[in-house]
């Protein structure tokens, strides 16, 4: 299936493989929601498939417009410094598509608020 326009979350990755079953969790609620959209994961490192494989597969079924999501709750090292190169490099692989990082999940309003709503869900459990 095509997909113009596509979705790579992308995380730190882990030696365990269970440690990306919340992305996967993600990636397919994700899908169900947009069929729309080309969905993939992709990790730094320990996992497969690493952002230059999960991009170069949306490249090949036609996407030309490919949003990166950093399944990370804040902006580190990682996504200051190593996800932008890695972004930059794949730009210049596919200079026909537009290829943009995001705000990590976790600085992102909607998610600020589910991750507050739940600690309070938590603290109130109990009462009532």
């Known amino acids: 299936m095509t997909h113009d326009r596509a979705v790579v979350l992308f995380g730190h ?4 493989p269970a440690w990306a079953q919340p992305m996967e969790r993600v990636r397919d609620t994700l899908r169900a929601l947009a069929p ?9 490192e320990f996992l497969a498939p690493t952002l230059d494989e999960a991009i170069d597969a949306l490249v090949a079924h036609g996407a030309r417009r490919i949003v990166i999501v950093p399944m990370f709750i804040a902006r ?53």
């Open 13 to 16: 990755g882990a030696r365990d």
């Open 36 to 44: 729309e959209l080309g969905v993939e994961l992709a990790f730094l």
């Open 76 to 128: 580190g090292g990682h996504l200051k410094n190593d996800l932008p190169k890695l972004v930059a490099a794949a730009c210049e692989r596919h200079p026909g598509c537009e290829i943009v990082q995001v705000l990590a999940v976790g600085e992102a309003e909607p998610v600020v608020a589910a991750m507050a709503s739940y600690a309070r869900q938590c603290a109130m459990e109990g009462d009532g």
